[in-house]
T-cell receptor
Framework: GAVVSQHPSRVICKSGTSVKIECRSL??????MFWYRQFPKKSLMLMAT?????????EQGVEKDKFLINHASLTLSTLTVTSAHPEDSSFYIC????????????FGPGTRLTVT | GQNIDQPTEMTATEGAIVQINCTYQ??????LFWYQQHAGEAPTFLSY??LDGLEEKGRFSSFLSRSKGYSYLLLKELQMKDSASYLC??????????WGAGTKLIIKP
């Protein structure tokens, strides 16, 4: 099956610093990747849709300047949380869509971000 | 608006059967998914239904009625490792997943 990786799996950073999370599709080229955020005991919240070679599409209420998304290649998308604050602490999950198979999304293992 | 409803929490006994229901109202429909999520981990795919009826896959089955906007996930011969959250998600007309809040399933010995 398809594999999507995320790095790092856990990160602790100080308030005011920036953190970059990588999402890679390991065995297929993903033209579309998705970034989700999940609070404890809550469902996944779509933050943005990342399309290779173009700007990401952000969901309503998600700050573009705070959550920078770059889909630089067909196998890599990055999410940078800029000037992180404790309220940004969350579980961030990416998923990748296989081209031509719109109904399939493969999830990465997630990144636990803690901002102190 | 778009809405996915599923129970918050359910409890069942090891070896028994449990049915987790999901009702939905979305703009467009391109299939309904069930995912399993253990605490601190990403969701893993369980099933996909796009036509009415029952899809069986081992101990897990998923049912869909599009006219009723209703689905259920049936888990048989429950094992302790089935303790997890089960997420219902519908793919809308834009091929985006709309997620339910998840059902936490607690299995007791």
């Amino acid at each position: 099956g398809a594999v999507v990786s995320q790095h790092p799996s856990r990160v602790i950073c100080k308030s005011g610093t920036s953190v970059k999370i990588e999402c890679r599709s390991l065995d297929f080229q993903a033209t579309t990747m998705f970034w989700y955020r999940q609070f404890p005991k809550k469902s996944l919240m779509l933050m943005a849709t990342s399309n290779e070679g173009s700007k990401a599409t952000y969901e309503q209420g998600v700050e573009k300047d705070k959550f920078l998304i770059n889909h630089a290649s067909l196998t890599l998308s990055t999410l940078t949380v800029t000037s992180a604050h404790p309220e940004d602490s969350s579980f961030y999950i990416c998923s990748a869509r296989r081209p031509g198979r719109d109904y399939e999304q493969y999830f990465g293992p997630g990144t636990r971000l803690t901002v102190t | 608006g778009q809405n996915i409803d599923q129970p918050t929490e359910m409890t069942a006994t090891e070896g028994a059967i449990v049915q987790i229901n999901c009702t939905y109202q979305t703009s467009g429909f391109n299939g309904l998914f069930w995912y399993q999520q253990h605490a601190g981990e990403a969701p893993t795919f369980l099933s996909y239904n796009v036509l009415d009826g029952l899809e069986e896959k081992g101990r897990f089955s998923s049912f869909l009625s599009r006219s009723k906007g209703y689905s259920y996930l049936l888990l048989k011969e429950l094992q302790m490792k089935d303790s997890a959250s089960y997420l219902c998600a519908v793919m809308d007309s834009n091929y985006q997943l709309i997620w339910g809040a998840g059902t936490k399933l607690i299995i007791k010995p």
